[in-house]
């Protein structure tokens, strides 16, 4: 039953995201690529599933007021690759982000980055290091 409630829930979500997600999807004209913006958040709910992994998580503004906002990385395989994992995140964790935000000023965002246990993690759009052959042994 949980499961079937937590499908729908991220059906409607995608679904409130689909004007939004037409824009964007394998481009960013959703989102200023020229900001970047870092927030003191608390996560509400991580969504890890395709075509793009989910952050909500809510932010006080400079009146003191809860903001929520909703950020996305890549795939999960994608995700794997950077060490980040289906358990992740768990509502009431205190995360440092680093966002490129949307446009048109929601609270919207690709993650760049997210510090979580003093541990930082690579967001979307950015790639390990490529391994490079080691000449030195020859």
Not at 9 to 33: E, K, M, Q, R, V
Not at 39 to 45: E, F, G, P, S, Y
Not at 81 to 87: D, F, I, L, N, V
Not at 96 to 109: S, Y
């Amino acid at each position: 039953m949980q499961s079937k409630f937590r499908t729908a829930c991220a059906l409607a979500l995608s679904l409130s995201f689909a004007p939004a997600a037409l824009l964007a999807h394998h481009g960013s004209a959703l989102y200023d690529t020229t900001k970047r913006i870092t927030v003191q958040a608390v996560v509400t709910d991580w969504l890890w599933a395709n075509p793009h992994c989910l952050l909500e998580f809510d932010v006080k503004d400079d009146k003191g007021n809860t903001v929520h906002w909703n950020a996305e990385v890549s795939n999960p395989q994608d995700m794997t690759a950077q060490g980040w994992s289906r358990k992740m995140f768990k509502p009431g964790d205190q995360v440092t982000l680093t966002l490129i935000p949307a446009k048109n000023g929601e609270p919207i965002g690709r993650i760049i980055e997210v510090v979580l246990n003093g541990k930082t993690y690579a967001g979307f759009g950015t790639r390990p290091p490529a391994a490079t052959p080691d000449n030195s042994k020859q």
